[in-house]
């Protein structure tokens, strides 16, 4: 089975001429890479310049709102993000909870929505450094993991992929470590199946982020059972992001 690595952006590069090159280079690059689905999420802006580049490499989107239009100021629909040919969407991710108050409730609304419109929501779920620090990372996750679930059907959790991503290996140059991350991913594989049943165990996909690199995917993958990462920072240099998939 293919492994993901799904590439965001986040509020970068500057122009949409940058954006273009770093695309381009980043395509050009993974031509004849097989072995993974490589999904870039660029800021809104850039989508439409990035669809007209036409290559193998998916679209998303870092974030979306759960109404189709109407009096929602500088909110981006899911049929917007359809139109410029996104199949997938970052939800939760830890920046918008914590620097724009993201809540639970918000984000699975969000994650509905986006399983109606048929694209494929990446949910992002994590602890910050004082949660683990207190011994409290389980009770978080189930929690994210509880209220972002709610009303959805055992048919519409396989299409969810889900993202670990402790907040204090995000940028910091320090991941998980493989043992603790291997943990983490059965815990979540475990809180999904109590609730959805055990039929659909192995349908259920996690992927880890947080300071992943070239060098240390192999591990995150083969030996911690990740079907595949989530890159911030390294997705914006392309020779460092193509080895990143090409090491896979
Ligand atoms: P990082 O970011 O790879 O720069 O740690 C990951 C993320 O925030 O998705």
């Known amino acids: 089975m293919k492994k993901f690595v799904i590439a965001n952006w986040k509020m970068n590069p500057n122009t949409v001429k940058v954006a273009k090159v770093l695309f381009d280079e980043v395509v050009k690059g993974l031509k004849d890479v097989k072995k993974a689905k490589v999904v870039i999420c660029p800021p809104f802006v850039y989508l439409p310049a990035l669809q007209d580049l036409k290559s193998n490499i998916r679209l998303g989107a870092q974030d979306c709102f759960w109404e189709d239009?109407?009096?929602?100021?500088?909110?981006?629909?899911?049929p917007m993000l359809k139109s410029f040919g996104c199949k997938y969407v970052i939800i939760g991710h830890s920046e918008r909870r914590q620097f724009l108050n993201e809540t639970d409730r918000m984000i699975n609304k969000?994650?509905?929505?986006?399983?109606?419109?048929?694209l494929r929501p990446i949910f992002c779920l994590g602890?910050?450094?004082?949660?683990k620090d207190r011994g409290k990372t389980q009770t978080v996750l189930k929690r994210q993991l509880e209220n972002g679930l709610k009303k959805i059907s055992?048919?519409?959790?396989?299409k969810i992929i889900f993202a670990y991503e402790p907040l204090w290996a995000i940028g910091s140059g320090k991941p998980c470590s493989l043992d603790e991350?291997?943990?983490?991913?059965?815990?979540?594989?475990?809180?999904?199946?109590?609730?959805?049943?055990?039929s659909?165990?192995?349908?259920?996909?996690?992927?880890?982020?947080?300071?992943?690199?070239?060098s240390n995917v192999k591990n995150f993958i083969q030996e911690a059972g990740f079907q595949g990462v989530l890159v911030g920072g390294v997705s914006l240099k392309p020779k460092e992001f193509i080895?990143?998939?090409?090491?896979?």
């Open 69 to 78: 239009k109407g009096s929602f100021t500088g909110e981006i629909s899911l």
């Open 110 to 118: 969000k994650i509905k929505a986006a399983l109606i419109k048929n």
């Open 127 to 131: 602890e910050s450094k004082k949660d």
């Open 154 to 158: 055992k048919s519409d959790i396989k």
């Open 181 to 198: 991350a291997n943990v983490i991913r059965l815990f979540i594989k475990k809180v999904v199946t109590q609730k959805y049943f055990r």
């Open 200 to 214: 659909i165990t192995n349908e259920i996909k996690i992927l880890y982020g947080g300071s992943v690199n070239s």
């Open 243 to 248: 080895k990143l998939v090409k090491n896979i």
